[in-house]
């Protein structure tokens, strides 16, 4: 599976749009991106994935370059519920069963 | 919201003795996993189970571990002699397939062997 980059921290005014970025230079046509996110030592909760078109669903949208190098999560209106560990995980749809979660991005949102 | 549930949330153990983590995974989903989290560090993946069998390990998931699905609900990690190091929480996930969507995961159980 593809590495990916993440910013290791990132703060996000409550009410703002909150954009995650995520590098994944090295991907595969076959592979999609996922964006899971960890709130304080709960288990990982899936928010979205996509291949090549963006995405959006009740949580988040998730746009993805043309080239499909990188990507952005989008958290429209961001809430401090939403302050978590956020990671940006790329997998093929018939690669190996395991998710690489690899260190994320600490998302602060402040009051 | 259907859930995959875990228990117990908390478990001490001494060092040495053999625990067994619970899981309820989603009713129908037909894959299941077992992640661990040392405090501090990644989420790792450990095992994946389909069809009654291991279909990918992790070389963390050495022969102390084993898993088994006793029963049409119930999936459950054991170690069978804890060492300090098995210390983590411990994250169970299903999903339905083995194609592009999302897992479910459980809300863990903390392991503490002392």
């Known amino acids: 599976d593809a590495k990916t980059t993440q910013p290791p921290s990132m703060d996000c005014a409550e009410g703002r749009a909150a954009n995650l970025p995520c590098n994944h230079s090295?991907?595969?046509?076959?592979?999609?991106v996922y964006w899971y996110r960890q709130i304080h030592s709960q288990g990982p909760q899936y928010i979205i994935h996509g291949l090549k078109n963006n995405e959006t669903n009740e949580m988040a949208s998730l746009i993805i370059t043309e080239d499909r190098k990188s990507s952005t999560l989008i958290l429209p209106h961001a809430t401090l519920r939403d302050t978590a560990v956020y990671y940006c995980?790329?997998?093929?749809?018939?690669?190996?069963?395991?998710?690489?979660f690899g260190k994320g991005t600490s998302l602060l949102v402040t009051p | 919201e259907p859930e995959v549930t875990q228990t117990p949330s908390h478990q001490v153990t001494q060092m040495g003795q053999e625990v067994i983590l619970r899981c309820v995974p989603i009713?129908?989903?037909?894959?299941f996993y077992w992640y661990r989290q040392i405090l501090g560090q990644k989420v790792e993946f450990l095992v994946s189970?389909?069809?009654?069998?291991?279909?990918?390990k992790s070389e963390i998931f050495d022969d102390q571990f084993s898993v088994e699905r006793p029963d049409g609900s119930n999936f459950t990690l054991k170690i069978r002699s804890t060492k300090l190091e098995d210390s983590a929480m411990y994250f169970c996930a299903s999903s339905p397939d083995r194609g592009p969507g999302g897992y479910t995961f459980g809300s863990g159980t903390r392991l503490t062997v002392v």
């Open positions: 009713s129908n989903h037909l894959y």
């Open positions: 189970f389909y069809n009654n069998e291991i279909s990918e």
């Open positions: 090295t991907i595969s046509g076959n592979e999609y």
């Open positions: 995980i790329v997998r093929g749809a018939n690669s190996g069963y395991a998710l690489n």
